[in-house]
């Protein structure tokens, strides 16, 4: 019965929009709550809401007796290419991922508990099937909800901890173009045949987290969350029709995280935060593609990604009128080696500025927040997708990300 509650509030989400593309390194998506957007997430040592479930689930036991805090990002990527000879192609659209959060601290109580739905990774990219990139990934979605219950305990007055264990479910949507003359079927030369691979699947992990006042004006916060493995299959389509059914089965592999940061409040109206995250991506080393019946053999396409790391400031001041401006700065570092980058992930360094503003009304607060995420522009020269086609040249792009939500305090 707990299975089924689960999948089918992932299954909603994931007809809301989910996550279907992922700014931050790799297809990891760092905002995860409006307040902590307009911080550019810098808030694992500042309980803001009930997204703290997220953040630092060991927050928990500052917020009010039962929150729910719920927001939509909307997401405007422009992604550019230009090969080698300046011929340029471009790829844009706009995506929508939603979230959740409960939260329950009852009063005279060391526990609190709450809940997240949320989508922490996610990526799509769709060049086009007539683009440079038709025989690497001219078409790439992955759909990816987490649910992720939390219980929190306060140690002493000072410090809190944290557990909690996450259920992840996944769609992937892979397209991509091959040459006839490597089809197992064959076909007619200078013919391509179109491949679709359409797969889900779930995995599980777990969470830790901990906030450590230490003193009434300086916190510190911390929170890890494990790695997980998808295992997805589903049907694999060709165009034209080949003779069989096939299905194919791939595994992606999460990275751990593990999310720091120290919290300053110089007056009673001003909070500045400094955050640190390391992501495990050395842990995505290639992606195994296996096709039942084998008609071919099993295809596994390295990636060979390094860890990473990510580096934010965010401040947060409170008007005595209830409204309260939010900005902050952000780094962060692409974990794909020139080797194995391809367009279906087009990763590069970025840097983030984001502002936001929320308003206290009692009970509600209201929160918006805009962020941009700048890419350095990245000079690629490998052998990917040779001797077919090159995606060789230089990569940027400029993602714009538009959030709004509310918090209520019962």
């Not at 009010?64 to 340029?88: C, F, K, N, Q």
């Not at 890890?224 to 080949?242: F, H, I, M, N, V």
């Not at 936001?356 to 009970?363: H, N, R, V």
Request: charged fraction near 15%; charge should be negative; proline fraction near 7%.
């Amino acid at each position: 019965m707990i299975r089924k509650l689960i999948v089918s509030v992932s299954a909603l989400f994931l007809v809301l929009g989910a996550s279907r593309f992922c700014h931050g390194t790799g297809f990891y998506n760092p905002d995860q709550s409006i307040s902590g957007q307009g911080q550019v997430d810098a808030v694992v040592a500042r309980p803001q809401d009930a997204s703290t479930v997220y953040y630092n689930p060991a927050g928990m036991v500052r917020l009010s007796p039962w929150e729910i805090t719920a927001g939509l990002h909307s997401l405007l990527m422009d992604l550019e290419y230009t090969s080698p000879v300046g011929r340029a192609e471009e790829a844009s659209d706009t995506f929508f991922i939603p979230h959740m959060y409960f939260s329950a601290n009852p009063p005279n109580s060391k526990f609190a508990a709450g809940l997240s739905v949320n989508a922490p990774f996610g990526l799509g990219t769709d060049w086009g099937a007539n683009s440079f990139a038709r025989y690497i990934a001219p078409y790439s979605e992955l759909n990816l909800i987490m649910v992720n219950p939390n219980v929190a305990y306060s140690l002493t007055d000072n410090f809190s901890v944290a557990a909690g264990v996450d259920f992840y479910t996944a769609e992937v949507t892979f397209d991509r173009y091959v040459p006839g003359a490597m089809s197992p079927f064959g076909g007619p030369t200078g013919m391509d045949i179109g491949t679709s691979l359409k797969a889900d699947g779930d995995a599980w992990g777990w969470n830790l987290g901990l906030l450590y006042l230490l003193s009434d004006r300086v916190s510190f916060g911390a929170s890890y969350r494990s790695k997980a493995d998808l295992d997805l299959s589903g049907p694999l389509r060709t165009y034209p029709a080949s003779p069989v059914s096939l299905s194919g089965s791939l595994d992606m592999h999460l990275p751990s995280m593990l999310k720091a940061g120290l919290a300053v409040q110089p007056t009673d109206a001003l909070t500045i935060e400094l955050d640190a995250d390391w992501l495990e991506w050395s842990r995505f080393k290639n992606v195994p593609l296996s096709i039942s019946p084998p008609v071919m053999p099993p295809e596994v396409s390295p990636r060979d990604w390094d860890d990473v790391l990510l580096y934010s400031i965010g401040a947060q001041y409170a008007f005595k009128n209830g409204w309260k401006l939010r900005a902050g700065y952000g780094y962060a570092e692409s974990p794909i080696p020139d080797r194995t980058y391809e367009p279906g992930i087009p990763r590069n360094d970025l840097h983030v500025v984001s502002f936001g503003a929320g308003k206290d009304l009692g009970k509600l607060s209201l929160d918006l927040a805009c962020t941009f995420i700048m890419s350095e522009e990245r000079k690629v020269n490998s052998d990917v997708g040779e001797p077919f086609m090159t995606v060789d040249g230089a990569y940027d792009s400029l993602i714009t990300v538009i959030g709004a939500g509310f918090s209520y305090r019962f």
